[in-house]
């Protein structure tokens, strides 16, 4: 059998580290190429787009792929897309994995943007030390923003426009909860964009 697994998360990883070496399963793991060195999975592994849904679609068919599993980042929407249309066109049964969303506990307070823009938007009125976990690839949609402080957190480092008065934190996930609670304090953090 044959499995494909989109991955560029810890759980695609942990999943192919758990399938290694099972007998008569072959496993690729395929990544997008965002990050410049990315922790590979052990197995196969293939890097980049495939071309949209039809691209995928002529992989699986290419690759005799027998089943996908899309454990791809819940920002990641495109991808997950494109599995569901590829998996139905070439028959090919799709596992979904999702991570469950946050449910709001009471003090939470959350103010919901339905985009990086409308978010820029809200931040002057919610505080001046931002927290801004959305990756390097969004950071335009805050680069106006003169009067605020980022603490901006990416795999690679980020590239202009981005906002002047920033630093940067390179690193990658999985975190901890005491491990962000100690961030926030150090850096006394007002809002979280996430
Ligand atoms: N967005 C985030 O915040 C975030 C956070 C952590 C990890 N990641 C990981 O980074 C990758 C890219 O995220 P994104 O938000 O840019 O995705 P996206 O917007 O859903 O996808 C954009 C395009 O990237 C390619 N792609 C995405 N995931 C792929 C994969 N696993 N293997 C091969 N091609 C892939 C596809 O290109 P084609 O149409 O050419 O096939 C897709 O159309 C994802 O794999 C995701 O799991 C994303």
Redesign the pocket.
């Known amino acids: 059998m044959h499995l494909l697994i989109?991955?560029?998360?810890t759980e695609a990883r942990r999943l192919a580290e758990l399938l290694h070496g099972t007998p008569g399963l072959e496993v690729t793991s395929?990544?997008?190429g965002?990050v410049a060195s990315p922790r590979l999975p052990p197995g196969g592994t293939r890097v980049?787009?495939?071309?949209?849904a039809e691209?995928?679609t002529a992989w699986l068919r290419e690759h005799g792929a027998d089943a996908v599993v899309d454990a791809?980042?819940p920002?990641?929407?495109?991808?997950?897309f494109?599995a569901a249309r590829a998996a139905a066109t070439a028959r090919v049964p799709l596992l979904a994995l999702r991570r469950p969303g946050w449910t709001p506990v009471e003090g939470d307070r959350w103010h919901e943007a339905g985009s990086l823009e409308e978010a820029a938007r809200l931040l002057p009125a919610l505080g001046r030390r931002v927290f801004l976990t959305t990756?390097r690839t969004g950071l335009a949609a805050f680069a106006d923003l003169e009067q605020l402080w980022f603490l901006v957190r990416s795999v690679d480092a980020p590239e202009p426009p981005h906002p002047a008065a920033m630093e940067v934190l390179l690193d990658r996930g999985p975190f901890t909860l005491d491990g962000e609670r100690g961030l926030l304090r150090r850096h006394r953090i007002d809002v979280v964009v996430t």
């Open positions: 989109l991955g560029g998360t395929s990544l997008a965002r980049g787009g495939f071309g949209g691209g995928l791809t980042h920002f990641a929407g495109t991808i997950s494109h990756g």
